[in-house]
């Protein structure tokens, strides 16, 4: 077995949570229905930056082109889209739209060839015509299916005879048996298969759809799953911008860890996407101000995140990408200019963070007597109401 890993299924799986924490809605992609109007409009469009096996620009002018309406067409174009068959996507397209007519070698090949109007695409028509044409064995279809996908010369000369002869005796033109053999030798060097070609136009139905359906939490799950490409992140960022959803950037009093979706619809920026701000420190911030809300000030910000997790750099980091914007009081060059000589406002916050917990210890340190003197009760006293402890 040879099993595959692909980043976008994880991509539609957080597509789908954030889809869940915005509007509490379960979905579940292996049931999206395969007709959907919209889905196939953005198709149509060439809407498809961010949509797997269809984003590059060559694929979505054909998308444009095409204007697919049945999933038949997406299979199709993603196995057609390759060195070798792309020469026969202009015909696939003028055949689809009635301007160029659909023909057959011989008509019983019509069953097979007619969803891909008349263009032989993949290696499953090839097996099933052997087989209806010249009564070719289910083994002996496979084995003509490995010659073609290996281009095992030897073993196709040693099966053109037999095909030929077969499917004559059936009554079918030898000349043309002879052409669709010939035909088929030159297929052999692009020969793809329609099971393979399925589960990735399924997979890409379903990042299709969540972008028609729910853009702005596709897109901030596709901006999540890039975040470490700075390059790719700008990239979807323009996608984002075309579309006309807004992404704000990163805020100590909104922002997770990924890109997310706000209650406005925008989408905004995670904050473990700054580069230099630590998964540790990032994951404190959020799990305090998820336990206490939200933060008042860079004062209080610094006073309530442990100094042990958010070092100098990593203030430093948040400062710069504007995480700390949402602090009216100051604007972001306050942080890290120290005007006449003076301490930056990031140092002045971290002081005062060490002084407020240095006097909390304090305190904590005078109430209970110093570490050795925390309420000691003589051994003959009994622990009950009436005992005298002395301290």
Wanted: one cysteine or more; glycine letters at 6%.
């Amino acid at each position: 077995m040879d099993f595959l890993g692909l980043k976008t299924l994880t991509l539609i799986k957080d597509a789908v949570k954030i889809v869940k924490e915005r509007h509490g809605i379960e979905l579940d992609p292996d049931h999206f229905p395969i007709d959907d109007e919209k889905t196939y409009a953005l198709f149509q469009r060439g809407e498809t930056v961010g949509i797997f096996q269809y984003e590059s620009p060559g694929m979505q002018k054909y998308m444009r082109e095409l204007k697919p309406t049945v999933f038949a067409d997406l299979i199709a174009m993603n196995a057609l889209y390759r060195p070798g068959p792309l020469e026969y996507i202009p015909s696939f397209i003028q055949r689809k739209h009635g301007l160029e007519p659909i023909t057959y070698d011989l008509d019983d090949m019509k069953e097979y060839l007619e969803e891909t109007y008349g263009i032989t695409v993949y290696q499953e028509q090839v097996m099933l015509l052997s087989q209806k044409l010249a009564d070719f064995t289910k083994g002996e279809a496979d084995v003509l299916r490995k010659a073609m996908g290996k281009k095992q010369k030897d073993v196709l000369d040693k099966m053109k005879p037999k095909f030929v002869e077969q499917a004559a005796a059936k009554g079918h033109d030898a000349k043309k048996l002879e052409k669709i053999w010939k035909d088929w030798e030159a297929f052999a060097s692009y020969a793809f298969n329609k099971s393979h070609s399925t589960c990735y136009a399924w997979i890409a139905y379903q990042t299709a759809y969540l972008k028609a359906h729910y853009p702005a939490e596709y897109m901030a799950s596709v901006l999540s799953n890039n975040m470490n490409d700075i390059a790719t992140v700008t990239f979807f960022m323009e996608e984002c911008k075309r579309m006309g959803i807004q992404v704000l950037g990163p805020d100590v009093n909104e922002s997770k860890n990924g890109f997310t979706v706000n209650k406005e619809g925008q989408i905004r920026f995670g904050l473990a996407a700054i580069k230099g701000a630590g998964n540790a420190a990032v994951d404190h911030i959020i799990e305090n101000r998820e336990a206490k809300g939200p933060y008042a000030s860079i004062f209080e910000f610094c006073k309530r995140v442990n100094g042990k997790a958010l070092n100098k750099k990593t203030l430093e980091a948040l400062a710069q990408a504007g995480a700390f914007d949402c602090f009216k009081e100051h604007h972001r060059r306050q942080y890290l200019e120290a005007p006449d000589g003076d301490v930056t406002l990031l140092e002045k916050a971290t002081k005062y963070a060490q002084r407020i917990q240095q006097e909390e210890m304090s305190a904590q340190v005078s109430l209970f007597g110093g570490e050795e003197q925390i309420f000691r009760c003589p051994p003959s006293h009994r622990w009950n109401r009436s005992a005298s402890c002395s301290s």
